[in-house]
């Protein structure tokens, strides 16, 4: 089972800053904690990941709550291009090293 | 530019063919990739991890005699979809870990899919 949960939609306004919620209470020490989205009809794309300190790239920034039993994923300036539905993830911490997928955060950018 | 390359990207074939899909590392080796199935609306569900040089590890309830995984080299996996029938018509995804040193800290890229369509 996925390890984290997400709000099943949000809107956001063209333009404006989309701030994404995620838990994951149960995290462990050593798990990461990774973003990704899937527009429709393709493969997801890597957004961002971290551990515990807040980090930022070219897409999108992650704060990470103190204890770690949550995060934002924050899309700066939203576009029409950045509706997808947008996966939170935790990384399971086994011999396999597979990802379980959540049902994610349906981001609506709205004009 | 994309780093996991996935074909074909959309087939169509008959009830009862099989239909081969395959996903490449473009410009790292991976000795695990991963394929998922997504059914409209619905998240990724994991089928089966596949393990260059060994068997593939299914998911519980993924017939491993259905969906055959052969990950012959370190930049190849292979999906094939035997004996397809319309229920099996489905999104599938391949996937693979990029990096080296920490496992847990290096991404995991996708291939952008493929369109099963059984008639």
């Known amino acids: 089972d996925a390890k984290t949960t997400q709000p099943p939609s949000m809107d956001c306004a063209e333009g404006r800053a989309a701030n994404l919620p995620c838990n994951h209470s149960?995290?462990?020490?050593?798990?990461?904690v990774y973003w990704y989205r899937q527009i429709h009809s393709q493969g997801p794309q890597y957004i961002i990941h971290?551990?515990?300190n807040n980090e930022t790239n070219e897409m999108a920034s992650l704060i990470i709550t103190e204890d770690r039993k949550s995060s934002t994923l924050i899309l700066p300036h939203a576009t029409l291009r950045d509706t997808a539905v947008y996966y939170c993830i935790v990384r399971v911490v086994n011999r396999d090293d597979k990802i379980i997928f959540g049902k994610g955060t349906r981001l609506h950018i709205l004009p | 530019g994309a780093v996991v390359s996935q074909h074909p990207s959309r087939v169509i074939c008959k009830s009862g063919t099989s239909v081969k899909i395959e996903c490449r590392s473009l410009d790292f080796q991976a000795t695990t990739m991963f394929w998922y199935r997504q059914f409209p609306k619905q998240s990724l569900m994991l089928m089966a991890t596949s393990n260059e040089g060994s068997k593939a590890t299914y998911e519980q309830g993924v017939e491993k005699d259905k969906f055959l995984i052969n990950h012959a080299s370190l930049t190849l996996s292979t999906l094939t979809v035997t004996s397809a029938h319309p229920e099996d018509s489905s999104f599938y995804i391949c996937s693979a870990f990029r990096g080296r040193g920490d496992p847990y800290n290096s991404p995991l890229h996708f291939g952008n899919g493929t369109r099963l369509t059984v008639t």
């Open positions: 971290g551990l515990k």
């Open positions: 149960t995290i462990s020490g050593n798990e990461y």
